[in-house]
């Protein structure tokens, strides 16, 4: 089926450091789903894109959705912690009735304090 | 609290022993789906449902079965377990597929 291809795999970074991990399709996406998932827990939505070029924030996270639309990124600026996980894109292929929410692998953060 | 439950939180079974994993939303939800979580392999979609009675194949339905028979309720049961299904399930409900899923807690399984 249709793959997201998400890079990095894992990160190990220092406290306060920024970060920028991207997501890429083969396919064009209509929307970009940027989720987090902690220890023990379910993912949980972060940022949803909508439009190609659209750049939208949370906090001190940023996300951005591709001009081409094949491809998404998601910065987390002076990172703290709390922010270890693993961070998800998503995107929803087919359309009609045929929507499914295809994942990518993951990157996962480690932030040392 | 809006949420999706799922349970058992932790199961452990014996291969060919049929279980059924329960999934139950409060937000009227009418996207429901199951995916499964592996080292390595990130979350896959086993199955999908849009509505009540509609139910389709995610990209790894083979050796489970789904139900929507109530638009809260989507339970996913496997017939006849094998090790090879042993992982991290999860639950999720939404709007619509675009407008993200809410996951559940998780179940995880271990079948021997």
């Keep these: ?113 | 609290e809006a949420q999706v439950t799922q349970n058992p939180r932790y199961l452990i079974t014996v291969t060919g022993k049929k279980l059924t994993v329960t999934c139950s939303q409060n937000m009227n939800h009418e996207y429901m789906s199951w995916y499964r979580q592996d080292p390595g392999l990130g979350l896959r979609q086993i199955y999908y449902s849009m509505n009540v009675e509609v139910t389709d194949k995610g990209d790894v339905p083979e050796g489970y079965k789904v139900s929507r028979k109530e638009k809260r309720n989507f339970p996913l049961i496997l017939e006849s377990p094998s090790p090879n299904q042993t992982s991290l399930y999860f639950c999720a409900s939404s709007t619509g597929a675009d407008h993200g899923y809410t996951f559940g807690s998780g179940t995880r399984l271990t079948v021997v």
């Design chain 1, 1 to 113: 089926g249709q793959q997201l291809n998400q890079s990095p795999q894992s990160m190990f970074i220092q406290e306060g450091e920024d970060v920028s991990m991207n997501c890429t399709s083969s396919s064009i996406f209509n929307t970009w789903l940027w989720y987090k998932q902690e220890p023990g827990e379910g993912p949980v939505l972060l940022i949803a894109l909508y439009k190609a070029g659209e750049l939208t924030s949370n906090g001190r996270l940023t996300a951005q959705f591709g001009i081409t639309r094949k491809d998404s990124f998601l910065n987390i600026s002076a990172s703290i912690p709390s922010d270890v996980g693993i961070y998800f894109c998503a995107g929803p292929m087919g359309g009609g009735s045929n929507y499914k929410l295809t994942f990518g692998k993951g990157t996962l953060l480690t932030v040392n304090p």
